[in-house]
């Protein structure tokens, strides 16, 4: 999170190239972990288009600092949408990056893969709806409210909590199975 949102914002829509890296290196890590999880072919590339959105979109942008994460993953969302409707309707596989995750705290992801191997993990994803997914993908990995996945899939927050719910139930369900205790 920056300290200085509103100054770094107002730069960035004035040109600076310091302003665009600063609002670029806050959310580059947790966007490309969103999309990692979402499962496109190409990360990076992926990752490129939409920070390409966001700084040809500033001028139109209006909010603080967590619309504005929210706008981001919105971005994000539309462009793993678009990948699998250009060909790819199945998602690859792609394992989860520990040196990848930008969060401070120790994530639960990372606890998950000390017990659980990479395809075990696989195996708990691939048992939940693709909504599930999405939602526990976004508050997990891309650490949005739930108000703001609500506003990244266009549903109501009600749904997204049921979604959640449901998601980590199924997950839950699926533990004793994979061998790991509750």
Known sequence: ????????????RDGSGEAFTALYEDLVRPVAAYLRGRGTRDVE??????FLAVFTGLARFS???AQFRSWVFTIAHRRVVDAWRKGA???????YEPDDD?????????????????????????????DQ??????RIV????????????????GAVKALQRRGLATVRRALPEQGVPL
């Not at 999170?1 to 100054?7: E, I, P, Q, R």
């Not at 309707?89 to 394992?95: A, D, I, K, Q, T």
């Not at 000390?114 to 395809?119: F, M, S, V, Y």
């Open 89 to 95: 309707r199945s998602p690859v596989e792609v394992g």
């Open 142 to 157: 891309a650490d949005l409210t739930v108000e703001q996945v609500a506003v990244v899939l266009g549903k109501r927050p």
């Open 63 to 65: 909010g603080d600092q």
């Open 102 to 130: 930008a969060r401070t705290s120790p994530a639960a992801e990372a606890g998950a893969l000390e017990l659980l191997g990479h395809h075990e993990v696989a195996v708990l994803l691939a048992a939940l709806t693709d």
């Open 1 to 12: 999170m920056l300290d200085d949102f509103d100054d770094v914002l107002a730069r960035a």
């Open 133 to 138: 997914r999405e939602v526990l993908v976004l």
């Open 45 to 50: 590339d992926l990752t490129s288009e939409v």
